[in-house]
């Protein structure tokens, strides 16, 4: 039955009762009398009731439907909502859950096209931070030392001072090249890449471990990059905005399959601050590969960040075993 249909007939069997009351025993006097307004007030009353009631009965599907569109979010996918009610509701109902099927496929779909260009970009930029600067830096080492080696004792120490800063900046554009193409996630695998990873973002104010359990299953290379990426973005959060002392990264395989990534670090924790980038792009990275994100309080304080892999995103390979280095 429509909704049209629904709210008609609820509305003409209110009038219909109070027709039903006008026939009735009950007789109404000019003036009215004191007893007779009581009973036509309670009556009316009576009536607004049962049509509010059946009304909120009648719309209740409704009023479900407009929640879940209220709280859809195509970046943390949850349950669709039930189908119930029939005709219209039903069919609207249907219609949304169809809908947020096709967006979040979708947004899954051009989300991984751009990740995807992002990692070439940054293969890119790494690779001509790697071969032009940085060769062109090194060839500005070796002719400081050159220059270094001829000049006078006061020139001398003016163009070491030079050279130690050309050499931390070397050092840093190293860096900065490993950071935007993991060539370890390449090469070793995720688990040295993490333990790498662990070990770039310990400094002598903030020390980071890596805990990872052996036997983990393998998992398929997009995968591996939306751990990584995640575990490289919920420390580089730590390092920059948690004020945290200590700060664990831990590996381990779920109990139903699947592996489960977990940052957790003892700082000052999210408080009541909205979602970054940052954050935002860890949530279209698990997309990619369908795992589950959390990001909220640890259980002590401080800001824990989770990834659940699911099992399909597992091969039969072991993950302990090296990779061809290329």
Do not use: C
Request: aromatic letters at 2%.
């Amino acid at each position: 039955m429509s909704l049209y249909w629904r709210i008609f007939l609820l509305n003409g069997g209110v009038l219909a009762l109070a027709v039903a009351l006008l026939l009735g025993p009950v007789t109404v006097s000019t003036p009215v009398l004191f007893g007779e307004a009581l009973v036509l007030l309670g009556g009316l009353a009576a009536m607004l009731v049962v049509n509010a009631v059946l009304l909120k009965v009648g719309l209740a599907p409704l009023a479900r439907l407009d929640r879940a569109m209220a709280t859809a979010d195509l970046l943390r996918p949850a349950g669709r909502p039930t189908v119930s009610g029939g005709g219209e509701i039903a069919g609207l109902t249907r219609t949304f859950n169809a809908m947020l099927d096709r967006l979040e496929a979708e947004r899954a779909t051009s989300s991984g096209r751009v990740l995807t260009a992002l990692e070439a970009e940054r293969g890119r930029i790494a690779q001509e931070l790697h071969d032009e600067i940085g060769q062109t830096l090194t060839a500005v080492l070796l002719q400081l030392k050159h220059a270094a080696d001829r000049a006078p004792e006061p020139v001398r120490t003016d163009l070491h001072q030079a050279q130690e800063t050309t050499r931390a900046s070397l050092d840093e554009i190293r860096r900065i090249a490993r950071r935007l193409r993991p060539g370890v996630l390449e090469e070793l695998g995720l688990h040295s890449a993490l333990r790498s990873l662990a070990g770039e973002f310990t400094t002598p104010r903030l020390g980071v471990t890596a805990h990872i359990t052996p036997g983990l299953p393998h998992l398929d290379p997009a995968a591996e990059l939306v751990l990584y990426r995640v575990a490289q973005e919920g420390l580089t959060n730590a390092a920059r905005h948690s004020g945290a002392a200590r700060v664990e990264v831990h590996l381990r395989p779920l109990p139903g399959g699947g592996v489960a990534l977990l940052v957790r670090d003892d700082g000052h924790g999210l408080g009541e601050a909205p979602e970054g980038a940052g954050i935002r792009g860890m949530r279209e990275r698990a997309l990619l590969t369908g795992a589950e994100l959390h990001v909220g309080a640890g259980p002590h304080g401080g800001t824990q960040v989770r990834l659940e892999v699911p099992h399909t995103s597992v091969t039969s390979d072991s993950s302990d075993t090296p990779r061809a280095t290329r």
